[in-house]
């Protein structure tokens, strides 16, 4: 039997963990993003075409210049989904999962075997990441590189020339890889690591010695990094001053994910809070130059979370691998636990394994809404705008003003749009075009002379009006306009006379 326990408690941890990962797909039931359109369409064309430096799918602002940040996650997303299917959906996910806990193995000493306590890493992170997987936002896979990064930056010790070469080249493949995959989440990176530096350099300073050896590895670290995330194969480093700018845009007020976390439910503030507190109950029990730069990572990915609510992911990504450091380390008993059950250590084969079996059950399910990507955003399609609506704008030709939600559903119809999910080439302080805030003017003001103003700016000829254009009393008995068709979703085409 003792010749049989190891590998029976690895599987069982195994099945375990893959039962989580299928029960967080599970509960909240299949949903939907329009973003996951709009990388699909824009990783079809790159293969297609080549990268562009204007935009494709607007008449409004097809002349301007046109940022491609996340081109690279693009082509990602259009191959795993052409090749899978609809079941490729959860594959960034799984691959998240599975570097998280990687990057928690290597920052603990554990190369090629896993133990079972990292398991909960599995679970928290699967239901705190739940809300960006089918969205296949490219945050899940940029910020991975976050944690690790800073694992490698704290076990490197500069020994001999070859350990810089490398050292330098993984840090500038890393900035090449953010740079094409999400500049903008490179950027976050970089400044995430850079505020590190000068606090570990602060910390050192204060209160323990000066490491002149650490403040040059992170120095050639993040000066390795910035050179590599210059290179954007689309745009160059031209990318990151037009998201500056386009940051200080009076429409990213309105953007939801750009303004900070918000913590009206008193469960999330209450979880954050209890996150924080435990992480800095298990600091205060044993300080160490180590575990107070863990916890500075877990405070600061914090704070960049009370900014924009796109860094929450940093915050899971930083929490989940550095508390696991700050929990054992906080009494010598944790500490013996865990050595006692190094048996249990279970094989990284078989994680990957677990992993695979993960997949395949999620795949199932998502197979069962439709073998086929076009099958599933054809059915989320009819819950939006009826099938015969998108043959009436067709039949009717033109330049069509329409709302912000239902965008990525006209570009999927190769249908030109006034406006759609990738902000940045509609926001009037960055290229001159401000349909995005017009857009939002023209759907909710509820003033006529507004709405009238608007549209005065454009040379137009059909209006699509419903829930992402709320105003089809402003349309319906103005003699500028004629009614063409209406459909089942309460939307409205017209045309303007």
């Known amino acids: 039997m003792k ?26 039931g299949i949903s939907f993003d329009h973003d996951t359109i709009w990388h699909y369409l824009m990783g079809r064309d790159v293969l297609k075409m080549g990268l562009s430096t204007r935009n494709p799918y607007t008449w409004v602002s097809a002349d301007t210049r046109w940022n491609q940040q996340e081109w690279l996650f693009g082509v990602f997303e259009y191959l795993i989904l052409k090749t899978l299917g609809s079941a490729g959906l959860p594959l960034s996910y ?33 239901g705190a990441l739940f809300p960006h997987v089918l969205p296949g936002r490219p945050a899940v896979l940029s910020t991975v590189m976050l944690p690790f990064l800073l694992v490698l930056y704290k076990k490197t010790v500069f020994k001999e020339h070859e350990d810089v070469i490398k050292f330098i080249l993984i840090n500038f ?7 094409n995959l999400h500049a903008g989440q490179g950027l976050i990176i970089l400044a995430f690591l850079t505020a590190m530096a000068v606090f570990e350099a602060c910390y050192g300073f204060l209160f323990s010695e000066v490491r002149k050896n650490i403040l040059v590895t992170r120095i050639t670290g993040i000066t390795s990094l910035t050179m590599g995330l210059c290179y954007n ?23 939801q994910e750009w303004n900070p976390a918000s913590f009206g439910s008193y469960k999330a503030a209450a979880s954050i809070c209890l996150l924080l507190s435990i992480s800095a109950f298990c600091l205060a029990r044993n300080i160490t130059r180590e575990r ?47 050595s006692r059950e190094r048996k249990a ?43 015969e609506m998108i043959e009436a704008i067709r039949e009717n030709g033109g330049r069509l003003i329409h709302g912000y939600d239902i965008s990525n559903y006209l570009m999927w119809n190769d249908i030109k749009v006034f406006v759609d999910t990738r902000q940045q080439p509609y926001m009037s302080d960055l290229y001159g075009v401000r349909s995005m805030n017009d857009a939002l003017v023209i759907g909710f003001s509820g003033r006529p002379d507004d709405i009238k103003e608007s549209l005065e700016r454009y040379d137009y000829d059909l209006v699509l009006t419903g829930d992402a254009l709320n105003t089809d009393w402003y349309f319906y008995d103005n003699d500028e306009y004629e009614l063409i068709y209406r459909d089942t979703k309460n939307n409205a085409l017209y045309r303007r006379k």
């Open 233 to 255: 194969m689309a745009n160059g480093p031209r990318v990151y001053a037009d998201m500056i700018k386009c940051m200080g845009d009076s429409t990213t007020k309105l953007i």
């Open 345 to 387: 250590l279970i094989s990284t084969k078989l994680f990957v394994a677990a992993l695979g079996a993960g997949a395949v059950m999620s795949a199932l399910i998502y197979m069962h809404e439709g073998i086929s990507y076009d099958d599933l955003v054809r059915k989320f399609q009819k819950e939006v705008i009826d099938d």
């Open 173 to 179: 493949m890393c900035g090449i890889l953010l740079a």
């Open 94 to 126: 799984l691959l998240a999962m599975g570097s998280l806990v990687l990057a928690s193995a290597w920052n603990d000493n554990f190369r090629s075997r896993l133990p079972y306590y990292y398991i909960p890493v599995i679970a928290v992170n699967a």
């Open 3 to 28: 010749k049989y326990k190891k590998l029976i408690i690895s599987i069982v941890i195994f099945i375990t963990a893959s039962v989580s990962v299928l029960f967080f797909f599970l509960a909240p």
């Open 292 to 338: 107070v730069m863990a916890e500075a990572c877990i405070i600061l990915s914090a704070v960049l979370m009370l900014h924009t609510v796109k860094a929450s992911i940093v915050f899971t990504y930083t929490y989940s691998v550095f508390a696991l450091e700050l929990i054992k380390g906080a009494d010598t008993r944790i500490e013996e636990f865990i």
